[in-house]
């Protein structure tokens, strides 16, 4: 015979205020760790990116936002409304311009990591 522990009922059911309360924790941990890697993938974007400047429209409209979706965190990046060819620097001339995707590229593993640590 097998040694071992089962569940009859799931913990959210048994336990749900435990649980709710663990689930709010954890949201907000995310949440914390969103806002701290926002405003450095803000600046990496606007120090990194590769244009030269002519009227810094572009390199200032660059942002970096998280918003907490009721249980769903984001971190919303990107370049702003105002310049109307952020496509042209993101999608054209292979990609030399851009800096979107460059800025995932160097920030999801980091992002990643941060969470496996924080999910331990």
Do not use: C
Not at 45 to 70: C, G, I, Y
Not at 81 to 86: G, K, L, N, R, T
Request: glycine share 4%; hydrophobic share 45%.
């Amino acid at each position: 015979m097998k040694a071992g522990f089962q569940w009859i009922i799931s913990p959210e059911k048994a336990f749900p205020e435990l649980f709710q309360q663990q689930r709010t924790l954890t949201v907000q941990a995310v949440k914390d760790l969103a806002d701290y890697y926002a405003p450095q993938i803000e600046a990496w974007m606007k120090q990194n990116a590769p244009w030269e400047d002519r009227t810094t429209l572009a390199r200032t409209s660059l942002f970096a936002e998280t918003e907490q979706l009721v249980d769903l965190v984001v971190i919303t990046f990107g370049h702003g409304e105002a310049v109307f060819y952020s496509k042209y620097l993101e999608f054209y001339h292979q990609g030399r311009f851009a800096i979107v995707n460059p800025a995932l590229d160097h920030f999801v593993p980091l992002i990643r990591a941060s969470l496996q640590e924080l999910m331990r």
